[in-house]
């Protein structure tokens, strides 16, 4: 059964890789179609300085007299796109009022279009992957279920064996905590492209990401080798060797929250 769940961790984690190669390759394409429509809707802003609310016959929001609000998810930019992209392509040829604009800037509205569609494969890509990738981790977690209950018995028939003697127990690869203590939930906080090293993490337990989006856990005080990636609101069952974590933060824009249960301070 650790074989098993062993396979699946590893299968989970290369969906993962897939998924974010494929976020990455779907942004790139997005940059430049990002960039042209920005200048293309202030351009036409200036057309309308009179009347900014035509924009809206664009696809294009206005709040108040003249604020220009673009959505921040990827399906609600590709909508953007396609509803400025037909407007455009509404008029007769030469006689949109962007079309100076396109020729003078040298974009190539179709160009971009073709960006877009190459966008939306590597999104529905990336979401197959992190669907597959769930289905592994929820695969992996019902194995260990039965083995983190058997390891839980064994660890407690240990304990009263070896009731003297802590290092009988750490031979075994559990770790010893003096403490009077209950574990308790700790809540972390994790800055942008920053990481933390937490101690003290009960096997047996999850660690859950609170956060909007995805972490990156290692094992021990380093980030080294292919970590696990948690997504956001995921839980990640902590195996053995895993008291001892480190959690990354890639994120650019969003502070990571993590809740582990750990145990509680020695006297």
Known sequence: IADQANTLDKTKLILARKASNNIELRDLEMKKVTSNIKSEVQYLKSIYKTNPKELGNWGIVVEGTNKIVYPSS?????TTFNTFLAKHNSYAISTSPLNDFLVKNNINVSKDAFAVSDAIAYNEKA??????????????DLL???CIARMKGIGQYL???YINN?????????????SVSKPQIVHTSIKLQSKKTLKGVLIGSNITN??????HIYKGKAISGNPIVIHAKEQFGVVKGYSTITISN???LNTAIVSVLRSGQRR
């Open 144 to 146: 260990l279920h039965s």
């Open 250 to 252: 890639p994120s650019l």
């Open 159 to 161: 304990v009263n064996l």
């Open 210 to 215: 609170e956060g909007t989006e995805d972490i």
């Open 74 to 78: 990827f399906d609600g930019l590709t």
């Open 166 to 178: 802590e290092k009988g127990l750490v031979d075994y690869g559990f770790t010893v905590y003096n």
């Open 127 to 140: 979401s197959l992957s992190n669907r597959e990738s769930e289905d592994a981790r929820q695969h992996r």
